[in-house]
């Protein structure tokens, strides 16, 4: 079945190091989109991407960064620079056409 | 920013109808509606979406005004298993090069199906 994979589903990191939350989908969606969740909050667009090898900053992109070098696969890293790292993240995916997101199950990161 | 208004929360006892209202007056008329659903720490699950017809499929029935500046989401007989946080989000063209279909999330409505 075609699907959007997150893992891991939990991490923990120590302050001031990099950490990196994998983001695949077989869907063959060109667009990709790595959302943060805060408790109690909506959902933050941090980067987007529309095609292989470029990709656009969302409102919360500091202290991120990105890569598209595949279709299938998203990755985001989360650096030293983001001051409050702790998080549930959001990976999606869409057509370039359109229609709606599918969603990954998310990966719970936690600052120790 | 997210360009709809929900209500922070609402209770709908077990097999009946529950109505989670949604307030876009400023849609642009190429603009869709959509409707997602949040279960607690799991990612949205799309529901419906609709542009100025009433939708509707196994989940749920889309009532969209004539006007189009609001909507309401109908979960006809809601179960236990209904409670979420449900989003409601105007779809938004990105302006330049590249541009999709980027959706702003809100806080939603938190419904809570009571036994």
């Known amino acids: 079945d075609g699907g ?5 589903k939990y991490l923990f990191r120590k302050e001031g190091q990099n950490v990196t939350l994998s983001c695949e989908q077989n869907l063959n969606h060109d667009a990709m989109y790595w959302y943060r969740q805060d408790p109690g909050q909506g959902l933050r667009l941090i980067y987007y991407s529309q095609i292989v090898n470029d990709f656009q900053k969302g409102d919360i992109a500091e202290g991120y960064s990105v890569s ?10 989360v650096t030293s620079a983001q001051k409050n790292p702790t998080a549930f993240y959001l990976c ?3 057509t370039q056409t359109g229609g709606g997101y599918t969603f990954g199950s998310g990966t719970r990161l936690t600052v120790v | 920013d997210a360009k709809t208004t929900q209500p922070p929360s609402m209770d709908c006892a077990e097999g009946r109808a529950a109505n989670l209202p949604c307030n876009h007056s400023t849609i642009s008329g190429n603009e869709y509606v959509y409707w997602y ?17 009433n939708e509707t499929n196994e989940m749920a029935s889309l009532i969209i005004t004539e006007d189009r500046k609001s909507s309401t989401l109908i979960l006809p007989h809601a179960t236990l298993r209904d409670t979420a946080v449900y989003y409601c989000i105007v779809r938004v063209a990105l302006l330049g090069a590249n541009t999709g279909n980027q959706f702003y999330f809100g806080t939603g409505t938190s419904l809570t199906v009571i036994p």
């Open chain 1, 68 to 77: 598209r070098e595949k279709k299938e696969s998203f990755p985001l890293t």
């Open chain 1, 92 to 94: 999606a995916s869409s």
């Open chain 1, 4 to 8: 959007i994979t997150q893992s891991p």
């Open chain 2, 37 to 53: 659903r949040q279960i607690h720490s799991q990612g949205p699950q799309y529901i419906i979406h609709g542009l100025k017809n």
